[in-house]
T-cell receptor, first 111, second 116 residues
Framework: SQQGEEDPQALSIQEGENATMNCSYK?????LQWYRQNSGRGLVHLIL?????REKHSGRLRVTLDTSKKSSSLLITASRAADTASYFC???????????FGQGTRLTINP | GAVVSQHPSWVICKSGTSVKIECRSL??????MFWYRQFPKQSLMLMAT?????????EQGVEKDKFLINHASLTLSTLTVTSAHPEDSSFYIC????????????FGPGTRLTVL
């Protein structure tokens, strides 16, 4: 069953602005991952953050994790039109190998 | 590295026919492969977990007789949709984990199935 909830479901911003997406989950985890999916395509792995980490950076991406609140956020700075995609968080559900995906956020970057 | 391919990328078939989708890890050995389905504008739903040389483990509500999964080698898993119906039309995505045990799943590009 889906355990991740993401908000907002859709986000539309101007190019150059920052985009923030949030994810909440229900069970204990070993790690949380963020993926990007362009329309009709497969998933691209963006970043993995472990349960003992609070923040992680990768290029223009910044991910935070608050295990006490069972939530994570993905920040994309200086957005570009090419960032237009759906973004999903995924958790490993108490260390199980299989992933449980959130509902996703559809991000649109307007030029 | 860590490339996963799927074939075909899209398929259209008549109701009642069976369709086979292949998932291959191109540059690594995958002990475990996963099959997901995704309806338009929705998230990925795990259908089954496939381990090389053993029977697949299906998620609750997924008909194992309808969605046949075979993982015959460390680089290939197949999903066969048997007696397909229009409600089986969906985007099917596979993923694989590296045999070295990394947490990351590598996803294929997906297969769009349309059943007429």
């Amino acid at each position: 069953s889906q355990q991740g909830e993401e908000d907002p479901q859709a986000l539309s911003i101007q190019e150059g602005e920052n985009a923030t997406m949030n994810c909440s989950y229900k069970t204990s985890i070993n790690n949380l991952q963020w993926y990007r999916q362009n329309s009709g395509r497969g998933l691209v792995h963006l970043i993995l953050i472990r349960s003992n980490e609070r923040e992680k950076h990768s290029g223009r991406l910044r991910v935070t994790l608050d295990t006490s609140k069972k939530s994570s956020s993905l920040l994309i700075t200086a957005s570009r039109a090419a960032d237009t995609a759906s973004y999903f968080c995924a958790t490993d559900n108490q260390g199980a190998q299989k992933l449980v995906f959130g509902q996703g956020t559809r991000l649109t970057i307007n030029p | 590295g860590a490339v996963v391919s799927q074939h075909p990328s899209w398929v259209i078939c008549k109701s009642g026919t069976s369709v086979k989708i292949e998932c291959r890890s191109l540059d690594f050995q995958a002990t475990t492969m996963f099959w997901y389905r995704q309806f338009p504008k929705q998230s990925l739903m795990l259908m089954a977990t496939s381990n090389e040389g053993s029977k697949a483990t299906y998620e609750q509500g997924v008909e194992k007789d309808k969605f046949l999964i075979n993982h015959a080698s460390l680089t290939l898993s197949t999903l066969t949709v048997t007696s397909a119906h229009p409600e089986d039309s969906s985007f099917y995505i596979c993923s694989a984990t590296d045999r070295r045990g990394y947490n990351e799943q590598f996803f294929g590009p997906g297969t769009r199935l349309t059943v007429l």
